[in-house]
């Protein structure tokens, strides 16, 4: 079965300064997905930025970058010009390419929670 | 366009009862997980529905059970309720199983008293 490591369980940034979150996982497939889910109070899941195993470029949307390391089995989240809206919880998660991700659908991190200071 | 639409909010259970959780998916959308999140064991894979069929299920008890409607609609039910069950309960939609993009429900909050 796959794992996911968050290492971080609380981090703190200032407002438009760079946070970057830690992901490690394990698996001994060689084709997956990756994700990073966002879950602010509300506690409804965002996903905030998806990558493909099998891409080597890194994924990138808006603000919100990650470093994929495919043979160390690290994915980390950068998040540039940190805003006070992205003070939430972060998860960390994998998914088989399975059609349906397998017996174990998204595997999670435990989460890491990201504190902004104004 | 309509998000998931997760009912109850929240829900209080004795132990012993059974509770029933609904879940409504975005339109078009036919596959629907169900994951349990609590502040020990974190987020886990319940089961996957797809065309009303279980495709998937996660390490969880025989108590825990679900379907899936032809209008995409799921339920999951666990009975004989106990303590450890309280826990947040999320549901997540995708068009059909190989897609990847999940979009999640803002959950059941059940707790067993």
């Known amino acids: 079965a796959q794992t996911v490591t968050q290492s971080q369980p609380e981090m703190s940034v200032q407002e438009a300064e760079t946070v970057t979150l830690s992901c490690t996982y394990d698996t001994s497939e060689s084709d997956y997905y990756l994700f990073w889910y966002k879950q602010p109070p509300s506690r409804q899941m965002i996903l905030v930025i998806r990558?493909?195993?099998?891409?080597?470029q890194n994924a990138t949307e808006n603000r919100f970058s990650v470093n994929f390391q495919k043979a160390a089995k690290s994915f980390s989240l950068k998040i540039s010009d940190s805003q006070l809206g992205d003070a939430a919880m972060y998860f960390c998660?994998?998914?088989?390419?399975?059609?349906?991700?397998?017996?174990?659908?998204?595997?999670f991190g435990k989460g890491t929670h990201l504190i902004i200071q104004p | 366009k309509a998000g998931v639409t997760q009912t109850p909010r929240y829900l209080i259970k004795t132990r012993g009862q059974q509770v029933t959780l609904s879940c409504s998916p975005i339109?078009?959308?036919?596959?629907v997980s169900w994951y349990q999140q609590t502040p020990g064991q974190g987020l886990q894979f319940l089961f996957e529905y797809f065309s009303e069929t279980q495709r998937n299920k996660g390490n969880f008890p025989g108590r825990f059970s679900g379907r899936q409607f032809s209008n995409s609609r799921s339920e999951m039910n666990v009975s004989t309720l106990e303590l450890g069950d309280s826990a947040l309960y999320l549901c997540a939609s995708s068009l059909r199983p190989e897609n990847t993009e999940a979009f999640f429900g803002q959950g059941t909050r059940l707790t067993v008293v």
């Open positions: 990558q493909e195993a099998y891409k080597q």
């Open positions: 339109s078009g959308h036919r596959s």
């Open positions: 998660a994998y998914r088989s390419p399975r059609a349906g991700g397998g017996a174990d659908g998204l595997t």
